[in-house]
């Protein structure tokens, strides 16, 4: 009977492994959902001839700008205006010429900028730069629970009170090996872009978003079955999600 028994428990928990595993790996693909890319539907009016020049990153936080950099961020600009109908010129188009533009744009040297209004570039009303001027952990919470005191506290009592060894063990086992974590990190990330005029170096527009992100894991455990899961939106997908919104807004100016 015993055996039987035995056997049964041995079953009950392989169901519950196996259904564990197929539930995980359903969660790990909704997880992975939120962070892939969401297009955004823009209005079908041409915009202008513009060039993406690469903006700065002014957080001096060492996390993020491991993750990205100002050309990721022209790199997301580029694809998102070209989707909103712009008519974007290329910066691998424009060559070593790029960086005399950006210096003479950021400056405002119209004489330069006249230098430019040749070939390819003949055509360009706008430049524009996406800056990030936030980027940065705001919160982070924490909490634990470790069921060692606990069991330890719960096999005496259950021992005392059975008189029998055996089940204070096998109940401060049981209670001990309970355990729990959840913690969670805010991010916050902001933006901002500026239209500046091709011919002059003026600026024409500019705009400031920010938005927050959440990571965070949890997880738990008894009895030798354990679970864990961690959420996240990655900095480079919040950073392109925020370009979105900065184009949304250029929409606009059409």
């Known amino acids: 009977m015993r055996g039987r028994v ?47 020049i690469p903006g700065e990153i002014k957080s001096a936080n060492a996390t993020y700008t491991q993750k990205v950099g100002a050309n990721n961020i022209a790199d997301y600009a580029e694809l998102e205006l070209g989707q909103a109908k712009f008519q974007v010129l290329e910066r691998s188009d424009l060559g070593p010429m790029l ?14 900028l ?18 990030i001027l936030k980027a940065e952990p705001v919160a982070e919470v924490k909490t634990s629970f470790d069921g060692a005191w606990l069991g330890a506290i719960a096999g005496s009592a259950v021992g005392s009170a059975t008189d029998s060894w055996a089940a204070g063990v096998a109940t401060g086992a049981a ?21 500046l005029d091709a011919n002059t170096g003026e600026q024409k527009a500019t705009g400031y978003f920010e938005d927050k992100m959440e990571m965070g894991s949890s997880g738990g455990g ?33």
């Open 6 to 52: 035995s056997v049964l428990v041995v079953v009950a928990l392989a169901l519950v492994m196996v259904s564990g595993c197929k539930s995980s790996s359903r969660r790990a693909n909704e997880i992975a959902d939120q962070t892939m890319y969401q297009p955004i539907v823009y209005s079908d009016k041409p915009g202008p001839v513009l060039v993406v």
């Open 222 to 254: 008894a009895l030798g079955i354990s679970r864990s899961e961690a959420k996240q939106v990655t900095l480079d997908t919040m950073t392109q999600r925020l370009v979105q919104k900065c184009v949304q807004d250029l929409d606009k100016m059409k």
């Open 99 to 112: 960086q005399e533009l950006e210096i003479a744009a950021n400056l405002g040297d119209a004489t330069q």
């Open 114 to 131: 006249k230098k430019f209004k040749k070939g390819k570039f003949q055509a360009t009303n706008w430049l524009v730069r996406f800056d």
């Open 175 to 195: 209670v001990g090996s309970v355990h729990a974590h959840d913690a969670t990190g805010i991010w916050i990330i902001g933006m901002r872009y500026k239209v």
